[in-house]
């Protein structure tokens, strides 16, 4: 009998700590009106811990609500861009700090793509029968990462995370059909200039974030589209067989192009970048299990979403909610404050990164 990968468990961790963005205003040259029109992000969040802890946190919300034991899991599986270190991986943190003695641990970097790029290959490895219970976490901490000189990308982005279980099933339900690909010509278009190839020697503390903006909408909606078609052919189904519409959140103008393209109503589009901004591969699992504790994922649902991130790197998928939409058990577990605001916590960011570019322009 084929298997299916059902989605059992969803979870979320958020910081506590929000930037609105009249805060931006007191150190950069933006106003409220002048992200909110171009974006539509009113704030975002800023973690005061590291990308595993927020991971961690997560997970053990997913896992709550499909009601497993840790043990019982056979991967666990991190998309993200901002590891806590190169060496080890952040899942292999999660893996210790859940207590999952049995998993495999890997993490997969497709940037904001990562998480529906996961799905992708632990849906794969379900059917085949290489694994059975897996856990998908989408976790970045980009506001460590972040040039806060830069008006046009430091307003985009915040941290946060997200989760799912996925477990075999002989119920048609779960990732349905997907489609993932890369524009790799224009892997460049959106990079953040600091890796292995890095002077280390030489390093002063700014690491470029290059975003040419009108590029990467561009050939984000040229990417999605096709992802989305092939997905549609490959299932049969049309836009009127969707119940929902849950996309990667990267602009309200981007979000508004894809319902439009896929003929979902507003009021079964899921958005949320208004709360959290970008989080990366987190924005797919947040808006999941949004859109599940507000109703608006329904047993039987057929979802449409799609993602694109740096590389360029691209996705969407078909889904199919199973009948529970209720946590088994309580997963509504929070990182608790650290005491320090935003501003707290991005400031010295902030000043440092300032010197650092008035000293390079000085030389």
């Known amino acids: ?46 973690s005061a811990v590291g990308t595993s802890k927020l991971a961690t946190v997560a997970g053990r919300n997913a896992l709550a609500a499909a009601g497993l034991d840790a043990n019982e899991l056979d991967l666990i599986l991190v998309g993200t861009c901002t590891p806590d270190e190169i060496i080890p991986n952040v899942a292999s943190a999660v893996q210790r700090d859940l207590g999952a003695k049995y998993a495999a641990a890997f993490d997969l970097n497709a940037a904001c793509s990562s998480f529906l790029y996961g799905m992708h290959y632990a849906t794969q490895a379900i059917r085949t029968g290489v694994h059975k219970k897996v856990l998908i976490i989408g976790a970045e901490r980009l506001t460590r990462i972040l040039d806060w000189t830069k008006r046009e990308s430091a307003v985009l982005f915040g941290d946060g995370a997200g989760a799912m279980v996925l477990e075999a099933s002989d119920e048609e339900c779960g ?12 892997r460049d278009v959106l990079a953040l200039e600091f890796g292995m190839s890095f002077d280390r020697f030489g390093f002063d503390g700014i690491m470029p974030f290059n975003f040419v903006g009108q590029e990467i909408f561009k050939r984000a909606v040229k990417g999605m589209n096709t992802a989305v078609e092939k997905v549609f052919a490959e299932t049969g189904l049309t836009t009127d067989d969707i119940d929902s519409l849950i996309p990667h959140q990267a602009n309200k103008r981007l979000i508004d192009y894809l319902a439009k393209m896929c003929k979902v109503p507003e009021e079964k589009t899921v958005i949320n970048i208004q ?62 404050s650290s005491g320090e605001t935003a501003l707290d916590l991005i400031l010295p960011l902030h000043e440092k990164t300032k010197a650092a570019w008035d000293r390079r322009n000085n030389e």
């Open 175 to 186: 990732l349905l059909a997907s489609h993932v690909t890369c524009d790799a010509d224009a």
């Open 275 to 336: 709360k959290y901004g970008n989080t990366s591969s987190a924005t797919l699992p947040i808006a999941f299990c949004e859109a599940i504790e507000q109703g608006i994922v329904k047993p039987g649902d057929t979802i449409v979403s799609a993602v694109f991130g740096g590389g360029l790197t691209c996705g969407a998928g078909i889904i199919r909610w199973g009948q529970r939409v209720t946590p088994l058990q309580p997963n509504d577990e929070q990182l608790p």
């Open 1 to 46: 009998m084929k298997k299916y990968a059902e989605i059992t468990g969803w979870g979320k961790c958020l910081p506590p700590a929000i930037m609105s963005n009249e805060d931006l205003a007191t150190f950069l040259d933006t106003s409220d009106e002048w992200i909110r029109t171009r974006t539509g992000i009113e704030e975002r969040r800023v």
